[in-house]
């Protein structure tokens, strides 16, 4: 059974930082492609961040140069790490896994970025 454990949302104050973790089981993860994605109140899910099987990562454009997306093989983790977070971050985030045509996410951490 394919499972994605996100955790590290909460709140922090504007300017400051995260780590978002996600934990996969059930799959064999150093064949995925993992992403992260966002959704905001009232607004469609968008894709921040990609690491794919190979480590070749990619994000929007809105959280390039403050985001950074990584992956542990061994331990079956990706993370997300987020500086100069602002509050157009706020979001559910969402992992997901995907290695065609199977696609897993998760259930979502919440980041609420306020002062």
């Known amino acids: 059974q394919a499972q994605l454990v996100e955790s590290g949302g909460g709140l922090v104050q504007p300017g400051g930082s995260l780590t978002l973790s996600c934990a996969a089981s059930?799959?064999?993860?150093?064949?995925?492609?993992m992403h992260w994605y966002r959704q905001a109140p009232g607004k469609q899910r968008e894709l921040v961040s990609t690491?794919?099987?190979?480590?070749?990562?990619n994000y929007a454009d809105s959280v390039k140069g403050r985001f950074t997306i990584s992956r542990d093989n061994a331990k079956n983790m990706v993370y997300l790490r987020m500086n100069s977070l602002k509050p157009e971050d706020t979001a559910v985030y969402y992992c997901?896994?995907?290695?065609?045509?199977?696609?897993?996410w998760g259930q979502g951490t919440q980041v609420t970025v306020s002062s």
């Open positions: 059930g799959i064999r993860f150093s064949m995925y492609h």
């Open positions: 997901k896994a995907q290695f065609f045509p199977r696609v897993y």
């Open positions: 690491i794919t099987s190979s480590n070749t990562t």
